[in-house]
């Protein structure tokens, strides 16, 4: 990875699939608290944050949470691509 643009940044939220997170049970939405780890000899980076939930047709903090996610699954999210495209005022 190149030193150009952090692959998650403190503030952001993720949500990712089950299948991409290690030992999940459904999908995770985190919003980051911390600069991610990353693992350069694996695929994964490890992510903390607050787990989010929605209440009320509005996302809401809850837990305290640390995954280990795959990095394939960050970079392949269109919508989350497209946010922070957005954000850059791209």
Do not use: F, K, N
Not at 24 to 40: A, D, K
Not at 76 to 83: F, G, K, S, V
């Amino acid at each position: 990875m190149t030193s150009a643009e952090p692959l998650v940044t403190v503030g952001e939220v993720v949500t990712v699939a089950e299948a991409d997170y290690c030992y999940g049970r459904g999908t995770l939405r985190l919003r980051i608290t911390e600069e991610p780890v990353g693992h350069p000899a694996l695929e994964w980076i490890e992510l903390t944050g607050l787990e989010q939930w929605s209440y009320g047709g509005r996302w809401h903090d809850g837990r305290p949470r640390t995954a280990l996610v795959r990095i394939a699954a960050l970079r392949a999210d269109p919508a989350r691509q497209a946010e922070r495209g957005a954000g850059r005022g791209a």
